[in-house]
């Protein structure tokens, strides 16, 4: 499948709770992800969505099984590939915006570039470009503090494609906000993902913004389905 950007492969995680109860959050999961591509991931709290989307972010390490983004397994590769690849290739988004408060809309844009060595005009024409994009071109100049709950997320999103990934993993990205806001604020993070091109596989317990992406997988003892 020459079309295939991203693949998780038979991942299993196990934790131990107590002595001797062991609980399979991932057993033998698998899931692909084509080019361009979002897909929602639904399962009911506890069933281990964090964990399988921490996991596929690189942020965790499975027990068994591998993790491919263009055809290279990326949980074989050493600490220092595997920062570079979470740096470059994946964006992540979670639930609450987790934006640098000291730093302008911009800045938290712009920063995560400059750390992977573009220039401060590069960085902020980048982080112009996408806040603008997202429709936060006047408030590229604010702090989180000065911005809405939903002008935050969207600084997040834009944050997470700063580096032009090929992967965006989002965990409950309108969790917080209000439903008039989250349907906004999901056009924007849609819109920009469809423009780009990525694949996004996006976790969230809202069925009206699950059945506007491409597909739904869902997450039941450890297992994914098509839903």
Known sequence: MSDVIFELRDLRKTYNQGLVNQVDVLAKANLTLKAGEVVALVAPSGAGKSTLLHIAGLLDAPDDGDILLHGEILNLKNDERRTTIRRRDIGFIYQFHHLLPEFTAAENVALPQMVDGASRTEAYERAAMLLSKVGLAERANHRPAELSGGEQQRVAF???????????????????????????????????????????????????????????????????SQV
Do not use: W, Y
């Open 158 to 224: 834009c944050r997470a494609l700063a580096n032009s990934p090929s992967l965006l993993l989002a965990d409950e990205p309108t969790g917080n906000l209000d439903q008039a806001t989250s349907h906004q604020v999901f056009d924007n993070l849609l819109a920009i993902v469809r423009d780009t091109g990525l694949s996004a596989l996006i976790a969230t317990h809202n069925p009206n913004i699950a059945k506007r992406m491409d597909r739904v997988v869902s997450l039941n003892q450890g297992v994914m």
